[in-house]
Nanobody, 126 residues
Framework: QVQLVESGGGLVQAGGSLRLSCAAS????????MGWFRQAPGKEREFVAA????????SYADSVKGRFTISRDNAKNTMYLQMNSLKPDDTAIYYC???????????????????WGQGTQVTVSS
């Protein structure tokens, strides 16, 4: 049974930083692409960033490009999202997810992910 557990969320002032972690268990983490999504109150879940199975390819939503960095440590079965220069618009629940396919590249649609974490709240105050 695959489990994904996010951590690292919290309350931060605008301009601050947070690092989210996503710990995976129960599967072959290193063979799957991973992604971060977020959902703000009253809005649909949206793509934030994705990383391929090896970590050699990454992609970001335009809204976070240059401020967020996605990475993974396959030896630790963990994915990260370093978030810098945070803005109030970044306030949301952040979810990590695993792609449906092994050896996956970069997927932008949530439909291409089948396992999801429970989410971690990020709140950015102005």
């Amino acid at each position: 049974q695959v489990q994904l557990v996010e951590s690292g969320g919290g309350l931060v002032q605008a301009g601050g930083s947070l690092r989210l972690s996503c710990a995976a268990s129960g599967g072959t983490f290193r063979t799957y692409g991973m992604g971060w999504f977020r959902q703000a109150p009253g809005k649909e879940r949206e793509f934030v960033a994705a990383i391929n199975w090896s970590g050699g390819s990454t992609s970001y939503a335009d809204s976070v490009k240059g401020r967020f960095t996605i990475s993974r440590d396959n030896a630790k079965n963990t994915m990260y999202l370093q978030m810098n220069s945070l803005k109030p618009d970044d306030t949301a629940i952040y979810y990590c997810a695993r792609t449906t396919e092994k050896w996956a590249g970069i997927y932008y649609s949530s439909a291409r992910y089948d396992y999801w974490g429970q989410g971690t709240q990020v709140t950015v105050s102005s």
